[in-house]
């Protein structure tokens, strides 16, 4: 049986996962380093961040990714949290919108999903020694 560690690793996986229209493969990974961002650019990252910048959400992120099996039922994520059902709901969304995960309504419940693509993303913003001047 698959660890259920809270690791936030990132493994890489098709880009079908994505939703339509957004670009993941190596000319969409722009690390600082490389520049400034443009102002469209920046935008798009901080709400993505913005999202992440909450410590339920990054909770919930941190569970999504690390399920078994790779998705996780809203069931679960809301026995982990002393919140009510609609907060957790909120907080879903939030990280649905941001484009970080998504759901998928099997009878009552919602399975949630990572979006690798998405986090791979923005893990690459960041990765100065990957993807900056020199690196090989």
Do not use: N
Request: contains cysteine; neutral net charge; aromatic residues 4%.
């Amino acid at each position: 049986m698959p660890s259920r560690s809270m690791s936030m690793e990132v493994r890489p996986e098709p880009v079908s996962d994505a939703p339509p229209g957004t670009s993941t493969g190596p000319a969409a990974v722009a690390a600082l380093v490389h520049g400034p961002l443009d102002s469209d650019r920046a935008g798009d990252l901080a709400g993505s961040f913005k999202a992440l910048g909450d410590p339920v959400r990054l909770r919930l992120l941190s569970m999504i990714v690390s399920a078994a099996d790779g998705e996780i039922c809203v069931c679960d994520l809301s026995e982990a949290f002393p919140l009510t059902g609609p907060t957790i709901s909120h907080h879903l969304r939030i990280l649905r919108e941001a484009g970080l995960v998504h759901g998928v309504r099997r009878g009552t419940w919602v399975y949630y999903r990572a979006i690798p693509g998405q986090l791979t993303r923005l893990a690459g913003v960041l990765d100065a020694d990957r993807h900056g001047p020199g690196a090989g």
